[in-house]
């Protein structure tokens, strides 16, 4: 794709944002469109990453809605396990991750917008001096045409399989696989693709240190029950944002995804110190082997996958009980 083209990639990935408001399913649907995937499940799923996590200034949306269009682009590698591609998959995720934050300084919300969007002081700074347009949407312009690139070039694999080539092919990623392996069992919701393409959220998104890999899953299995399909049009959009943020400044309990994905947020905080993997591990990973070794030896990390997949089973349950019709 010439230089041409994919500028124009990037003006729709910018505008796509404008009229979504939300910079995940923007980013993730500008490519998911470029690859012809029709399945929009992995659209509702990326919906509660916006905000750096439902508004909670983790890491930027249009680096993990980027990271889910990596994923997507080599899905056809993560289903050949036999061709060795595991780990440059997870390269080409840190190269993405590596590079937004080298050219922006930084791949987490609170610090590229430099507001805390969970406040409402935040928001209507970020509005209103006009951040939403000069941080995120030239953020999203920049990132796609380098999406474009990332999703078109074919990984060079060793040939062989190797013991991560065999688990992602077997299970998913290594973090929030299991988070969405267990709502699946219980209700349905979600599928063996979207564990495979969870792959993307590994060592806090992209290797990147960020928000936490099981939490996002956990966040994106609200997504799967509460989610919004921005394609159906920018008044619903514009009523998903206003509605969830009303929950969300007054502190109330409603079923929609604004209220429970920060609920779930707070949470985590409260019970593990932090949302970001770098600081729960007190290390970073150059690579899917790394990741995978320090997982195996980490109580903290079954811990909060555990703890994840509970809180995710428990919030769904109960958005389920309630929709289940009374006695006759």
């Known amino acids: 794709m010439d230089r041409l083209l994919r500028m124009l990639m990037g003006a729709l990935g910018a505008g796509r944002l404008i009229l979504y408001l939300n910079c995940s399913q923007?980013?993730?649907?500008?490519?998911r469109r470029y690859l012809r995937v029709p399945d929009k499940e992995l659209l509702l799923f990326a919906c509660p990453l916006e905000g750096g996590g439902a508004g909670s200034g983790s890491t930027c949306g249009v680096v993990s809605g980027g990271c889910l269009a990596i994923a997507l682009g080599h899905l056809g590698d993560i289903l050949e396990p036999a061709e060795g591609k595991a780990d440059p998959l997870y390269r080409r995720l840190k190269d993405y991750t590596d590079g937004f934050r080298e050219r922006f300084g930084s791949a987490l919300c609170?610090?590229?917008t430099g507001l805390e969007l969970e406040r409402p002081i935040g928001l209507a700074r970020y509005l209103l001096q006009g951040r939403f347009l000069t941080r995120c949407a030239h953020a999203a312009a920049v990132a796609v045409p380098r999406l474009v690139g990332l999703v078109e070039e074919p990984l060079s694999g060793s040939g062989e399989p190797g013991e991560l080539d065999e688990r992602i092919f077997r299970e998913g990623g290594l973090c929030g696989s299991k988070v969405l392996a267990e709502v699946r069992r219980r209700f349905g919701l979600g599928s063996?693709?979207?564990?495979?393409?969870s792959v993307a959220l590994d060592g806090g998104v992209g290797l990147s240190g960020g928000l936490c890999g099981a939490l996002a899953a956990a966040l994106g299995a609200l997504g799967l029950a509460l989610g919004n399909d921005p394609e159906r049009g920018t008044a619903r959009n514009v009523a998903f944002f206003v509605r969830g943020h009303y929950n969300l400044y007054l502190g109330r309990e409603s079923d929609e995804m604004w209220s429970r994905g920060s609920g779930l947020v707070r949470s985590f905080r409260e019970r593990f110190g932090s949302t970001e993997c770098l600081s729960l591990t007190g290390r970073s990973f150059d690579s899917g082997t790394d990741l995978m070794?320090?997982?195996?030896g980490s109580p903290t990390c079954d811990d909060i996958r555990r703890w994840c997949a509970e809180r995710a089973v428990e919030i769904v349950g109960a958005l389920r009980e309630k929709k289940r019709p009374g006695p006759v």
């Open 293 to 296: 070794g320090y997982l195996e």
């Open 192 to 197: 063996a693709t979207l564990e495979r393409l």
């Open 26 to 31: 923007a980013t993730l649907n500008t490519l």
């Open 110 to 112: 609170r610090e590229r």
